[in-house]
């Protein structure tokens, strides 16, 4: 049995996973979730619930709290993500035909089965399985194998689902590790672990989000202690070791932000105002460069062959975005396009008012988040908390003001773990709902729990007895067990 210390990471090691119980934090903290996951129980209910397939492997899946880059990943951008303690479960063995069969402990999720074919058509719009089927679609594309194995899987999970630690994202790292398994493939000689995040990255548009490669490649490179920063331009992972004496606290909302579902819509606005404004800029360089020049995504304004520095981007986004805001009439003129054709490609995506689209705004949101991540990661190297954590508020304020992805309950959380000693709190993931993370230095970090406990949740907690706020490490990215 663990010692009442050791972390699942402690544990990863050494290799004998079916005797333990895994105990997440120590058991004397109430302000750390406790969570029990006993693979060997996993493992007999896999077998009664798909006698057929025998004993099943078993791969662990972490979720992910973003510290610091929201809504730069789709721009090329670097983000600074972290994968934490908190993860899927994953038992799955294949099976002798090609039907996929799905079972989840938790009871909201029903169970599912679909058949393994190519083209395989997404379920409706919210279905949890399309999860799955966005990286089988994704692997049989990218391996085009002669028989599409059939494969059985049964999911536990500690990880919250719509909180903004990248549970959907986790649901597909976890199908694809499983699904390379079920075709004979083995991660890090068939496919790199970056290889595949870039490729579950884009399978998982398959679901409708037009997200980047944030949330697969910290879940699959995360390391213990460390935040990972993400390059993709070109793609590349760095790790960065956090800060002694600080805390990684997480407070859920309980306000659900499904990317899948309801906030569908809002989270791709992002991604088409700023695939928007790349096509302004496009417009205006090529007077400069000549009608062939274009960018693909607006982090080549600072990568490849441009490499602007932070004047001359301003200067360029004070150019193509004179005003607040920039009326359809004005975009059609400019991108020299039937205002028709504009509403198809972007403005149906896009909501906004009488006075036009805020894309002054929402570049510079883009700007200002990409210099915070740089100079925080330079925070996190020098070992200095309470500079990271300014950069984290000044995050927050951009989402909430710049582009626009908070909520009154996000805001509201951010003050209280501020007033009550937090170095600095911010909404992580695509914002509408979710979560806050904060860091806490460690002398605060009773005091800073006890005031949310009490001023945002009311002394409330889940049907299990645990707090809907829980401190986190920075844990190992998804492996095999």
């Known amino acids: 049995?663990?010692?009442?210390?050791?972390?699942?990471?402690?544990?990863?090691?050494?290799?004998?996973?079916?005797?333990?119980?895994?105990?997440?934090?120590?058991?004397?903290?109430?302000?750390?979730?406790?969570?029990?996951?006993?693979?060997?129980?996993?493992?007999?209910?896999?077998?009664?619930?798909?006698?057929?397939?025998?004993?099943?492997?078993?791969?662990?899946?972490?979720?992910?709290?973003?510290?610091?880059?929201?809504?730069?990943?789709?721009?090329?951008?670097?983000?600074?993500?972290?994968?934490?303690?908190?993860?899927?479960?994953?038992?799955?063995?294949?099976?002798?035909?090609?039907?996929?069969?799905?079972?989840?402990?938790?009871?909201?999720?029903?169970?599912?089965?679909?058949?393994?074919?190519?083209?395989?058509?997404?379920?409706?719009?919210?279905?949890?399985?399309?999860?799955?089927?966005?990286?089988?679609?994704?692997?049989?594309?990218?391996?085009?194998?002669?028989?599409?194995?059939?494969?059985?899987?049964?999911?536990?999970?500690?990880?919250?689902?719509?909180?903004?630690?990248?549970?959907?994202?986790?649901?597909?790292?976890?199908f694809g590790m499983a699904y390379l398994a079920a075709m004979g493939l083995t991660l890090g000689r068939d496919i790199t672990r970056l290889e595949l995040a870039g490729l579950l990255a884009n399978a998982e548009h398959y679901v409708g989000t037009a997200g980047g490669g944030m949330d697969q490649t910290a879940i699959l490179h995360g390391t213990a202690g460390c935040a990972t920063r993400i390059n993709f331009l070109p793609f590349q992972v760095e790790q960065v070791p956090l800060p002694k004496g600080v805390e990684i606290l997480v407070c859920d909302s309980l306000v659900e932000a499904r990317k899948s579902g309801g906030a569908l819509d809002f989270y791709n606005a992002g991604p088409a105002a700023c695939s928007l404004i790349t096509a302004l800029v496009n417009t205006h360089l090529q007077q400069d460069f000549g009608e062939d020049f274009a960018i693909e995504c607006l982090g080549e304004l600072w990568y490849g062959d441009l490499c602007f520095n932070r004047k001359e981007v301003e200067a360029l986004f004070a150019s193509i975005l004179p005003a607040a805001h920039t009326t359809p009439s004005e975009l059609a003129t400019r991108l020299n396009m039937p205002l028709a054709q504009l509403k198809e490609y972007w403005l149906d995506e896009i909501p906004f008012g009488e006075a036009g689209l805020p894309l002054q705004a929402r570049a510079r949101h883009v700007m200002t988040e990409f210099y915070?991540?740089?100079?925080?990661?330079?925070?996190?190297?020098?070992?200095?908390?309470?500079?990271?954590?300014?950069?984290?508020?000044?995050?927050?304020?951009?989402?909430?003001?710049?582009?626009?992805?908070?909520?009154?309950?996000?805001?509201?959380?951010?003050?209280?773990?501020?007033?009550?000693?937090?170095?600095?709190?911010?909404?992580?993931?695509?914002?509408?709902?979710?979560?806050?993370?904060?860091?806490?230095?460690?002398?605060?970090?009773?005091?800073?729990?006890?005031?949310?406990?009490?001023?945002?949740?009311?002394?409330?907690?889940?049907?299990?007895?645990?707090?809907?706020?829980?401190?986190?490490?920075?844990?190992?990215?998804?492996?095999?067990?």
């Open 1 to 174: 049995m663990a010692s009442e210390n050791q972390s699942l990471v402690d544990l990863a090691g050494n290799g004998d996973y079916n005797r333990h119980v895994f105990y997440i934090g120590k058991r004397t903290e109430p302000n750390r979730r406790r969570v029990f996951v006993d693979l060997t129980d996993l493992k007999q209910q896999f077998v009664a619930m798909y006698p057929e397939s025998g004993t099943p492997f078993v791969c662990r899946v972490p979720g992910r709290v973003n510290l610091m880059g929201e809504h730069l990943d789709y721009n090329g951008l670097p983000v600074l993500p972290m994968a934490i303690d908190r993860a899927i479960y994953m038992a799955f063995a294949p099976n002798s035909g090609s039907e996929i069969r799905i079972a989840n402990r938790d009871a909201r999720f029903s169970p599912v089965t679909f058949e393994n074919v190519t083209p395989l058509e997404p379920s409706t719009g919210g279905a949890w399985e399309n999860y799955a089927k966005a990286a089988i679609a994704g692997l049989n594309a990218h391996f085009s194998p002669e028989k599409h194995p059939g494969m059985d899987v049964l999911i536990t999970s500690d990880l919250p689902p719509a909180a903004g630690l990248s549970s959907s994202s986790a649901l597909v790292v976890g």
């Open 372 to 481: 915070r991540v740089e100079e925080g990661r330079d925070a996190l190297l020098a070992g200095d908390g309470a500079t990271f954590g300014a950069h984290m508020n000044a995050s927050h304020q951009s989402c909430a003001n710049d582009y626009e992805i908070s909520t009154p309950e996000l805001d509201g959380l951010c003050k209280i773990l501020n007033d009550a000693g937090s170095y600095g709190a911010r909404l992580t993931g695509a914002g509408f709902g979710g979560a806050v993370v904060a860091m806490v230095p460690v002398a605060s970090k009773d005091a800073v729990f006890a005031a949310v406990q009490t001023e945002y949740y009311g002394g409330r907690t889940q049907a299990d007895g645990a707090s809907p706020a829980f401190y986190v490490t920075a844990s190992a990215g998804a492996l095999h067990l």
